[in-house]
């Protein structure tokens, strides 16, 4: 049986995302942006809270565990760095597995944007919820850890299914795609950016994404046929995505 994704936007470009495995009713909500956001959305589904999946310990992420957990009483899966701003019940990293009634996740190590970033991979339904890992046509900033580091996340997720349904954390596409276009002329590029420049325009959201789409047409991933672009030619893949990074965070557009 499959697992019901509801998404909803919250705080000013976060996405809150409420999953239930239809098999057990069994709920969880991945990450805690915003506490009565997501309160109300339960309230709305009529959905009791099993479960916290959180994927890093930044406060648009982690910072209604505690909250939530003393109003619903679910219990918190996450990585070990979430426990600086509260508590865990279960600590978890890559390879583990969590379970939401018959719905088993995959954790992958996805560090780079923080030192233990992880995202959560359902192999059955062919959904993964990468945080601020990967975003639509962008990457997260690398806040704590390397370029090599945030190269070999990318590498792990651009590793699954290319008809994998990928919900990013952030309604940054937009922005995402006026980078996107300052470093890559492909015509795959052109032809996404100008439907995402309409869905925004129509105020549609373009989350959640596929790896296909994202191997296609995002410069992070296609870093290495980028390198000339932003001044890397010749050196090696994890380089090449360092100067598309270091080039977007230095983008005025
Ligand atoms: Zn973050
Ligand atoms: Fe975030």
């Known amino acids: 049986m499959p697992l019901t994704v509801h998404q909803f936007p919250c705080l000013s470009d976060n996405y809150g995302f409420l999953i239930r495995d239809e098999a057990s009713g069994l709920t969880a909500c991945i990450d805690t942006p915003d506490t009565g956001a997501i309160l109300r959305e339960l309230e709305t589904l009529d959905w009791d809270l099993d479960m916290i999946l959180n994927t890093h310990w930044h406060p648009d992420h982690a910072g209604g565990n505690a909250d939530i957990k003393a109003i619903t009483g679910c219990t918190i899966a996450g990585p070990a760095e979430v426990t600086r701003i509260a508590p865990l019940d279960r600590e978890v990293k890559h390879g583990d597995i969590v379970e939401l009634g018959e719905t088993a996740f995959q954790v992958i190590d996805s560090g780079g944007h923080t030192l233990g970033h992880i995202a959560y991979f359902d192999a059955a339904d062919r959904i993964a919820f990468v945080g601020d890992t990967l975003f639509a046509l962008g990457c997260g900033r690398l806040f704590e850890g390397t370029a090599e580091q945030m190269w070999d996340s990318l590498q792990r997720l651009a590793a699954l299914p290319d008809d994998t349904t990928v919900y ?17 002329d492909s015509p795959a590029l052109k032809t996404r950016a100008q439907e995402i420049f309409a869905a925004r325009e129509r105020d549609e959201w373009t989350v959640p994404t596929t790896i296909g789409l994202e191997k296609a047409t995002n410069p992070f991933l296609r870093a290495p046929l980028l390198a000339a672009r932003v001044g890397a030619a010749g050196e090696p893949d994890a380089k090449a995505f360092g100067a598309v990074r270091a080039a977007k965070d230095n983008f005025r557009g």
């Open 168 to 184: 990013c954390a952030h309604e940054y596409t937009a922005s995402n795609a006026r980078f996107a276009l300052s470093v890559d």
